[in-house]
Nanobody, 126 residues
Framework: EVQLVESGGGLVQAGGSLRLSCAAS????????IGWFRQAPGQAREGVAC????????YHADSVKGRFTISKDNARNTVYLEMNSLKPEDTAVYYC???????????????????WGKGTLVTVSS
């Protein structure tokens, strides 16, 4: 069974850091693009970052460029999101997602990824 399990969320003060992890199983990790998405209360879900299948090419939303970094460890079937200089507006449930074809292009993030995790809550206090 396909599973994407997020961990690492929690409460942090503005300016602090968190590292999120996404453990994948049940599919061939190397054949899928992996991404992080988030949804704040009362707001639509938005893409945060994506990483490609082969060359590890990454894409980060303008709102997090220079602060967040996506990476992966193929040997462990795990994707990470390093979050630095956190702001209260970063508060959201963060979801890990996988797609066989694409996570993001120059036109934006894929809103309908093949597989989704349950999410992990990140709360940034001021």
């Amino acid at each position: 069974e396909v599973q994407l399990v997020e961990s690492g969320g929690g409460l942090v003060q503005a300016g602090g850091s968190l590292r999120l992890s996404c453990a994948a199983s049940g599919f061939r990790f190397d054949d899928f693009d992996i991404g992080w998405f988030r949804q704040a209360p009362g707001q639509a879900r938005e893409g945060v970052a994506c990483i490609g299948t082969n060359d590890g090419t990454t894409y980060h939303a303008d709102s997090v460029k220079g602060r967040f970094t996506i990476s992966k460890d193929n040997a462990r079937n795990t994707v990470y999101l390093e979050m630095n200089s956190l702001k209260p507006e970063d508060t959201a449930v963060y979801y890990c997602a996988a797609d066989r074809y694409f996570c993001a292009t120059h036109g934006g993030f894929n809103p309908r990824m093949d597989y989704w995790g349950k999410g992990t809550l990140v709360t940034v206090s001021s």
